[in-house]
């Protein structure tokens, strides 16, 4: 058990809906980044936060945000769906921003149909 | 463009068996690199994490290299088991402006490990 919680484990919805993944992180990890795994492809970086502000940014579409909110959890919101989004999507935690080991969550699966 | 290229794609060896995994990587500006393995279906696990000054890093059974010159790492397992068996996937993050991580994943190598 890493110490970084997602919810919900899994997640069925259709195309054009909104979805919201959770994470907490760690105990006292102060940045947070999201990554998207798809069966075809490794995993995919898409944004860190650090202490409530935005650090780097990877491959993130601009249908998906992000924020993490005072009491550091973070939530990733995914809209106007689509079939190829279907993925497992991942939280890790750090104490800081660089060049921190990272700790992941179990993920979330989302499932587009 | 950042590119991590990891090989062999997949390896098939004996329990108790060594092994080398490859990454070779374009990123820049380098700010570190790490070894993760995952399970199937499960988050990754960080192994080791080396920064530009540092060419080797162990972790039990596990043993990283990192040649900066020639943007190559290796991974190497010893006396391979069962529990082995997973993907293991290199990372390298490059510095961004504000100081975070952007990070490039490899597409891993999938060690079966038999008996």
């Known amino acids: 058990d890493s110490g970084v919680t997602q919810t919900p484990k899994h997640l069925i919805t259709a195309t054009g809906q909104r979805v919201t993944l959770r994470c907490s992180p760690r105990s006292g990890d102060l940045s947070v980044y999201w990554y998207q795994q798809s069966l075809d492809q490794g995993l995919q970086f898409l944004i860190q936060y650090y202490n409530g502000e935005e650090r780097a940014k990877g491959n993130i579409l601009e249908r998906f945000s992000a924020q993490q909110f005072p009491d550091l959890h973070s939530e990733l919101n995914l809209s106007s769906l689509e079939l190829g989004d279907s993925a497992l999507y991942f939280c890790?935690?750090?104490?800081?921003?660089?060049?921190?080991?990272?700790?992941f969550g179990p993920g979330t699966r989302l499932t587009v149909l | 463009k950042n590119q991590v290229e990891q090989s062999p794609q997949s390896l098939i060896i004996l329990e108790g068996k060594n092994c080398t995994l490859q990454c070779n990587y374009t990123v820049s500006p380098f700010s570190n690199l790490r070894w993760y393995k995952q399970d199937t279906g499960r988050g990754p696990v960080s192994l080791t994490i080396m920064t530009f000054s540092e060419n080797t890093k162990s972790n039990g059974r596990y043993t990283a290299t990192l040649d900066a010159d020639t943007k190559q790492s290796s991974l190497h397992i010893t006396a391979s088991q069962l529990s082995d068996s997973a993907s293991y996937i290199c990372v390298v993050s490059a510095l961004v402006t504000g100081g975070g991580n952007k990070l490039t994943f490899g597409t891993g190598t999938q060690l079966k490990v038999e008996l």
């Open positions: 890790a935690s750090s104490v800081g921003a660089f060049p921190d080991t990272q700790y």
